[in-house]
């Protein structure tokens, strides 16, 4: 079994698929620490869903979050891990989460069950993964389109676990 304190990024560098050194605030490898970010959050929602809530679908996602990682860490590979399969798994998705939820008004504060409130931070945490991922949109324009997607299921999946759960969304009313 490999040893996990190597020390070998004591220098402040990292080793990309392939061996090559990287900075740690390179922006690649800030893209896929985003990405990390992003799947530890979706690990502590899966935590809090129960059978009816589909917990294993948020593990089929972290599972794609890990694909789209080694995508943008191997700056060698030619093909992408992800396929227009997985944005239409999520577009699906996010069609039966929103028909299950009443039409959307009016903005809506995040926020409401526990599970509702932490899918809305990993809809934000996944945004800026998006950011990050933008200079590097050309080498995954699936895994940018699966991010951009991933987004938009999050917060349907919020609403729909606030929803089932009998808790009202707060408006967002402008003061003035």
């Not at 945490?125 to 940018?144: D, K």
Request: glycine share 8%; charged share 25%.
């Amino acid at each position: 079994m490999a040893q996990l304190c190597t020390r070998t990024g004591d220098d402040g560098t990292t080793r990309l698929p392939g061996g090559t050194a990287t900075r740690k605030d390179d922006p690649r490898i800030e893209a896929c620490g985003t990405l990390d970010e992003l799947n530890a959050h979706l690990g502590l929602v899966r935590s809090l869903l129960n059978d009816q809530q589909s917990p294993s679908q948020i593990e089929v996602i972290q599972g794609l979050i890990f694909e789209l990682g080694a995508d943008v860490a191997d700056r060698d590979s030619d093909s992408e891990r992800l396929h227009d399969t997985d944005v239409l798994f999520l577009e699906s998705a996010i069609d039966e989460a929103t028909g299950r939820c009443e039409p959307l008004k009016t903005f809506t504060l995040p926020g409401g069950t526990a599970a509702a409130a932490l899918l809305h931070v990993a809809r934000t945490v996944c945004r800026r993964a998006e950011r990050r991922l933008a200079p590097f949109a050309g080498e995954v324009p699936t895994g940018f389109r699966f991010l951009n997607r991933l987004s938009d299921l999050l917060f349907a999946l919020a609403r729909l676990d606030n929803s089932e759960s009998g808790i009202s969304e707060s408006a967002w009313h402008p003061r003035h």
